[in-house]
């Protein structure tokens, strides 16, 4: 089993700053890439940004200027920082990570719960 935990979600306001994390523990051999996405209400899921275990990042054009996406491999989290943030960025903000749980084994799609941001005007 792999759990992925995120926190630092909230209310802040327009302009604010917020840094989301998640963690993934559980049985887990390596993580590739782990991301996140947002979905506000009545949207599809977007993408946000990812990051590959080589530290490549890719970001949305929407947010690309706003965002930093980064990791830390040893503690098999991810983080994203906002800035600037305005309240079109109000969604849930699920992370996403590609686990393999052994050497042998495929890597597998994972979700967290979600966090709620929410930023008001």
Not at 33 to 48: H, I, Y
Not at 54 to 62: F, K, M, P, Q, R
Request: one cysteine or more; aromatic letters at 10%.
């Amino acid at each position: 089993q792999v759990q992925l935990v995120e926190s630092g979600g909230g209310l802040v306001q327009a302009g604010g700053f917020l840094k989301l994390s998640c963690a993934a523990s559980g049985n887990i051999f390596s993580i590739d890439t782990m991301g996140w996405f947002r979905q506000a209400p009545g949207k599809q899921r977007e993408l946000v940004a990812t990051v590959t275990s080589a530290g490549g990042t890719d970001y949305s054009d929407s947010v690309k200027d706003r965002v930093t996406i980064s990791r830390d491999n040893a503690k098999n989290t991810v983080y994203l920082r906002m800035y600037s943030l305005k309240p079109e960025d109000t969604a849930v903000y699920y992370c996403k990570a590609e686990v393999r749980s052994g050497m042998f084994r495929a890597y597998e799609t994972h979700w967290g719960q979600g966090t709620q941001v929410t930023v008001s005007s």
